[in-house]
Structures are given as structure tokens and as C-alpha cells.
T-cell receptor
């Protein structure tokens, strides 16, 4: 079974631009979560989508947004990029439909975003 | 979710058992203990989780103290490929979805 895939793997943008990152979950997984990883802040939760609805959201500004499609694929968008948005963006998928059962999340390799 | 405390770094000789401690003294009854690891430049990888009882799988063993205030992840025969950052996460089950609070983790270095 194919793992979580993320595209692109590397991206360079300039301040003020916007960017869209894509994530394809493991087949059959309907929950997709996004995380940001930086050297200073570590791994931080951005948001989670399930059945095309945002189910959970971390403490990030509104410039960070996402969506999920009917095939469970997800995209996240960052508008008006800032230097501090340079990070590894990780996507994770999960099989369990409910957050009320123990589950494991499967992570993709990440997209490395550099903002110049 | 309860906060966890882990040592910043640890060393282990190849072939020996690696015992990674985690303190979660404020854990409540419905919170699970999860362990993930992240090998450099890769996405985190799930290792194991548990509630009360000790758990074992093909990767590791998880020992949870009787009062559940601390736990230890055991890699029985560490290899060089086990060099990674190990995250201990306490998570309450919630129907509002998933969110893992990774914290800083323990950087494990396995040496030849």
C-alpha cells in the first residue's frame, strides 16, 4: 500500500507570495492533518480535516488555510508569505474515523518551503 | 492533554537496549501515551501507544508505571538506524479530532 505522498518536496518562494502544498493520504484514510516544523518551534499542529470538514485547528494566523477534497486528498495554502514561514510542512493521515479511539498517524516526507 | 518531560539527549551503544524515559505526572485516566520518532529529514514514524498495561510490538516495548505518571520506551537491540528524535506524547481521546503535541523529544544517538 502506498504511503502518504506530498508534493512538491521542495519549494522556494519570496515574501508576499502565496503557496499551495498538496497531500495524498494512504488509500482508505479519511483524516488528514497538517503540521509545521521549524528549528525554533519544533513540530506544531496546523489543522485536521475529515470528510472535507476542518475538524480541529491549531494556533496559526488566518494566512494558513486548508481544504480537503472528496477523495480525501488535501491542500494547504499560505498567503502573503513571511520569512518565518520557512519550514518543513508535514502531512499525516489516519484510518480511524473518530478521534475517540486510539489511532496512529502516518506521516509523509514533508514539503520543505524556503521563503526568501 | 497532559504535558510530558523527556531528557534532551541520550546515547546508546549499538546492540544494547535503549531505554527512553518520559514523565507525564499530570496524566489523567483517559489519556493514552504515544511514542513517535523522527529520523533526520523524514516525517515522524509511529512506534507504539498504551493506556495502562505494558505493550510490545515488533519495534519496541512500552512500560507504563502503575500510577501512570511515567513511562519508558525500550528498543531492545538498538541499531545505528535507530538514531532519531523520540517523542513521548500524551493524548486524550476526543471526537473533535486528532492533534498531536510533539514537544521537544529526546535525541537518541546510537554509536558503533
Amino acid at each position: 500500500k502506498a504511503g502518504v505522498t506530498q508534493t512538491p518536496r521542495y519549494l522556494i518562494k519570496t515574501r508576499g507570495q502565496q503557496v499551495t502544498l498538496s497531500c495524498s493520504p494512504i488509500s482508505g484514510h479519511r483524516s488528514v492533518s497538517w503540521y509545521q516544523q521549524t528549528p525554533g518551534q519544533g513540530l506544531q499542529f496546523l489543522f485536521e480535516y475529515f470528510s472535507e470538514t476542518q475538524r480541529n485547528k491549531g494556533n496559526f494566523p488566518g494566512r494558513f488555510s486548508g481544504r480537503q477534497f472528496s477523495n480525501s486528498r488535501s491542500e494547504m495554502n499560505v498567503s502573503t508569505l513571511e520569512l518565518g514561514d520557512s519550514a518543513l510542512y508535514l502531512c499525516a493521515s489516519s484510518l480511524a474515523a473518530s478521534g475517540g479511539v486510539p489511532n496512529e498517524q502516518f506521516f509523509g516526507p514533508g514539503t520543505r518551503l524556503t521563503v526568501l | 492533554d497532559a504535558k510530558t518531560t523527556q531528557p534532551t539527549s541520550m546515547d546508546c551503544a549499538e546492540g544494547r537496549a535503549a531505554n527512553l524515559p518520559c514523565n507525564h505526572s499530570t496524566i489523567s485516566g483517559n489519556e493514552y501515551v504515544y511514542w513517535y520518532r523522527q529520523i533526520h529529514s523524514q516525517g515522524p514514524q509511529y512506534i507504539i501507544h498504551g493506556l495502562k498495561n505494558n505493550e510490545t510490538n515488533e519495534m519496541a516495548s512500552l512500560i507504563i508505571t502503575e500510577d501512570r505518571k511515567s513511562s519508558t520506551l525500550i528498543l531492545p537491540h538498538a541499531t545505528l538506524r535507530d538514531t532519531a528524535v523520540y517523542y513521548c506524547i500524551v493524548r486524550r481521546l476526543s471526537n473533535s479530532g486528532y492533534a498531536l503535541n510533539f514537544g521537544k523529544g529526546t535525541s537518541l544517538l546510537v554509536t558503533p
